[in-house]
């Protein structure tokens, strides 16, 4: 089979007989192979661990996001009981931005998950052939002559040998990921402990300005409507609160009567630009 | 022959089958080729689907070796275009 499938087979089997290559001697090949082969497991232990230690750090950086949600969330109401509209504003975008940053973690975190599962799979298969292999050693030791178990030691190296080289090629996949998961996620770090949310969206890749732009503005009516709902229940909240001392100080409700009226006027000016 | 999926196990694909295999393999790699990313995803599926279902898994202690072997499921068409390169665990 040519194609891609050719060009796979090539690579593998490549490494496979550079493995074997190591050792002429069938003793020795025996000996090699298995100690490394004991060793490949090692690396692959690690590997799995390299990627729980990813998917772990991600999801610290999740709950730090969530925390800044809740925080950005509590500055807009602020700001709205201020008066303070476009304050309100920004801090409602750089939610919507830390928002949509959490979905992609929460996609990668489950990317991370998939990888682990596919690792610790492979590793099972290998720690099978390599056991497998230990096995027949001793009886091609025990039963044939040089000649005879150079040929079965090479057959029974290759199946292990062809196991680890997938394995390696599995445990570079998830390398890479994790490499560009991490190199994203300690930019947004550094972002967000500079408390510009609004340049996370830079980081997406292969995004031009305009894009960008289009995304902000496809979020703009979300930042619009939620600055809407806010104001509605702040000013509740407001009315609520004017209406106790209403009952014994009259003048003081209707000075508070004019805020939401304002608000209404603003957001409903925003609608029509 | 014997057929493994990257990542995921050999298979033990009936010879008559090779054909078949064959074809859904070309559809794909017509589709690499000729930079056409509509409909690749699904063509490899069919693809492995084909070995998962019309081959017989080979046991995980057993030592054979694969005839061919395909890349993992998660192949991106961008992948699919490039050698597969890396280190891995044995070192070039």
Known sequence: MAGLTGRMSTVVKAKVSKLLDRAEDPAETLDYSYQKQVEQLQNVKKGIADVVTAKKRLQMQESSLQQSV???DTQARQAVSAGQEDLARTALERKNVAQTELQSLDGQVTELEDQQQKLTDSEQK???????????KEVIKAQYSAAE????????????????????????????????????????????????FDDITALGSGEDDIDRQLKQLSNQPAVDSELAKLKGEVGAGDGAAAQIPAQSESPGAGAAEPAPEDAHQASSGDGQT | MIVRISG??????????????????????????????????????ALLEFVRTHGERVDDDDLATSDVILPPSDLTFEEAGREFTGEGLIPD
């Open chain 1, 149 to 196: 178990a150079q040929v079965r030691i090479s057959e029974a190296a290759t199946g292990v040998g062809e196991q680890m080289a997938d394995v390696g090629l599995a445990m570079q996949r998830a390398v890479d990921k994790t490499e560009n998961m991490k190199a994203r996620a300690d930019a947004v770090s550094e972002l967000e402990a500079a408390g510009t």
């Open chain 1, 70 to 72: 809740v925080k950005l």
């Open chain 2, 8 to 45: 995921e196990d050999q298979y033990e694909v009936p010879d008559s089958d090779a054909g078949q295999l064959n074809e859904l393999e070309q559809g794909v790699a017509a589709r690499v080729e000729g930079g056409r990313e509509d409909g690749f995803a699904d063509a490899y599926a």
């Open chain 1, 126 to 136: 290998l720690r099978a052939k390599i056991e497998s292999f230990r096995t027949k």
